[in-house]
């Protein structure tokens, strides 16, 4: 997804859109902190959160994939063992 981000959007979007830039996994947040301790090397601290909060929400990424190339992709755990790696060597 990254390279959505370095795209230059002005040129990518014509006109105004609502697009979800969202792999095609679907993760919980839970999955994500834990993917991301073990890339860094911790141990995820989780907090019980409010039973008021909404369910579980999948990004519709149609919009994007119909406006953007995105060319091949990784898979979130890779994604997120990439981001940790180049993070350390910053």
């Known amino acids: 997804m990254a390279r959505v981000l370095l795209k230059d959007l002005n040129k990518v979007f ?23 301790a073990e890339a860094l090397g911790r141990e995820p601290v989780f907090e019980q959160g409010s039973p008021d909060a909404p369910g579980d929400v999948v990004a519709d990424t149609t919009r994007l994939h119909e406006l953007v190339d995105l060319g091949e992709t990784v898979a979130i755990d890779e994604g997120i063992r990439r981001t940790a790696t180049a993070k350390a060597r910053a």
């Open 14 to 36: 014509d006109g105004n859109h609502v697009v979800n830039v969202a792999g095609e996994d679907v993760v919980g947040i839970d999955d994500i902190a834990r993917l991301a």
